[in-house]
């Protein structure tokens, strides 16, 4: 376990560059708005600008991957978010600045995809989902730590020098993590499963066994060969009575993860606070305190969820989400924002956002999908959860301005309550299963007639 727990921190480590990016644009975006006398469309293109990069890197990743292998996609993905977190502080125009983030944007989008399918592949099933968990747990450390990298940075000088400064150092600070997981990330073995698709089980046994002792590595490795006998790997095989419904629960709850509202908080949770009449400090502030409630709930979902099931936390926290989202949306709606109401639910929000859809989700992603084409399959509902992500992040400041955040807040609450309904009729429980047999839980006869 030290082996497969080591590896797959290093392989997590790619969730810390998405958390970083998640967070860093929402302490920058103030200043940066100021320096390119940004309009409020705009303001919405420099924080979707990375997620159009992200869907791009999320669909060429399956295809990528299955060919040259989880590492090498991997250490290329890094060498890109280090570009553009460099050219993202350093650019001299608004336009540079979003060709910049859409190169860094590419590496998130793979890393975002292929991190936690890598440790799924790697890890034994009875602590699957916390070990592929950790990647979000990695993504939301990188927020919490990029939030206080924002209030320090911005406190470091005036007004003007946050303007014409601050914000390039915001975003060039990305390059130090990015050189980090580079670094590690030749010290990781490739996937086993992947170098016995490609016929080499003899490299693949050694990392097995590793992982499981002798006498379980030959039987995974005899038992992976069998699941890529029995696939065609062609994409089209998703398309069949049983698969089917693997796709559609992997692309539906990819995109219910972005459309509950977390990203619109995340990336605009000072302006929220602003809003509420919190200072500009206040609110950098208040944002360090739902990065520090992110991280504290992943962590405790990280141990839930190989006890507990994927489900019941899926089950609890969209209940939960729907609930907060409505009082946050009454408080708006009101014009009672004045006490501490708001920062309390929209806490308890991202609380129970933490301990089931952020984890969770991605865990579901990862081992619902056959081995042979599991890369491809990933890959298409992480460019589903992408694209989603862009759409709210892009209509965010707008829904804001047009219908208020009360409104847009409710809205927000509504897709947690069809979250909800969708997790309770639709959604297996993979909880203790290997990745072969939740292939053919899908195959099963009784899912071929209902599913």
Wanted: glycine content about 10%; charged content about 10%; hydrophobic content about 55%.
């Amino acid at each position: 376990m030290k082996f497969v727990i080591l590896v797959s921190i290093v392989s997590a480590l790619g969730g810390l560059l998405f958390g970083f990016d998640t967070a860093v644009v929402s302490g920058a975006i103030g200043f940066m708005g100021d320096h390119f006398q940004l309009s409020q469309l705009q303001v919405g293109w420099a924080v979707s600008s990375l997620i159009i990069g992200c869907i791009v890197g999320a669909a060429s990743s399956g295809v990528l991957s299955d060919k040259f292998g989880r590492k090498k996609i991997l250490i290329s993905a890094a060498i890109l978010f280090i570009i553009g977190s460099l050219g993202s502080g350093l650019s001299d125009t608004f336009s540079l600045y979003v060709i910049a983030r859409m190169i860094g944007g590419i590496g998130i989008g793979i890393t975002s995809t292929l991190c936690p399918l890598y440790n799924a592949e790697i890890a034994p099933a009875k602590y699957r989902g916390r070990l592929v968990a950790l990647n979000q747990l990695a993504v939301v450390t990188g927020i919490f730590i990029t939030y206080f990298i924002n209030l320090w940075i911005s406190n470091s000088g005036d007004a003007a020098w946050g303007i014409s400064t601050a914000w390039r150092w915001m975003f060039g600070v990305g390059a130090v993590p990015g050189i980090l997981f580079l670094i590690l990330l030749f010290f990781v073995p490739e996937s086993p499963r992947w170098l016995i698709k490609q016929g080499r089980p003899a490299e693949a046994l050694p990392i097995l066994l590793r992982i499981h002792g002798e006498a379980l590595a030959k039987k995974e490795v005899v038992d992976i060969k069998k699941s890529f006998e029995q696939e065609s790997g062609s994409i089209r095989q998703l398309f069949k009575p049983g698969l089917r419904m693997a796709l559609i629960v992997g692309v539906v709850i990819a995109v219910l993860q972005q459309i509950t509202g977390i990203n619109a908080v995340m990336y605009y949770a000072p302006e929220i606070f602003k809003a509420t009449g919190a200072g500009t400090n206040t609110a950098l502030t208040q944002t360090i305190l739902v990065g520090l409630v992110n991280f504290l709930f992943t962590i405790l979902a990280i141990w839930l969820i190989d006890k507990v099931g994927r489900k019941a936390l899926l089950l609890v926290g969209s209940g939960s989400m729907m609930i907060c989202l409505i009082v946050i949306g009454a408080a708006f709606q009101t014009g009672n924002t004045s006490g501490p109401w708001v920062l309390i639910f929209i806490l308890l929000y991202v609380a129970s956002f933490a301990i089931s859809l952020g984890p969770v989700v991605w865990v579901i992603m990862s081992e619902i999908f056959p081995n042979r084409i599991r890369g491809k399959a990933t890959a298409i509902a992480s460019m589903a959860l992408w694209a989603a992500d862009y759409i709210v992040s892009q209509s965010f400041p707008p829904m804001l301005g047009s219908i208020g955040p009360g409104i847009t807040f409710w809205i927000f609450g509504a897709m947690s309550l069809i979250t909800f309904l969708f997790t309770w009729r639709v959604i297996p429980e993979t909880k203790g299963k290997t990745l072969e047999e939740i292939e053919l839980l899908w195959s099963a006869p009784n899912n071929r007639k209902t599913l």
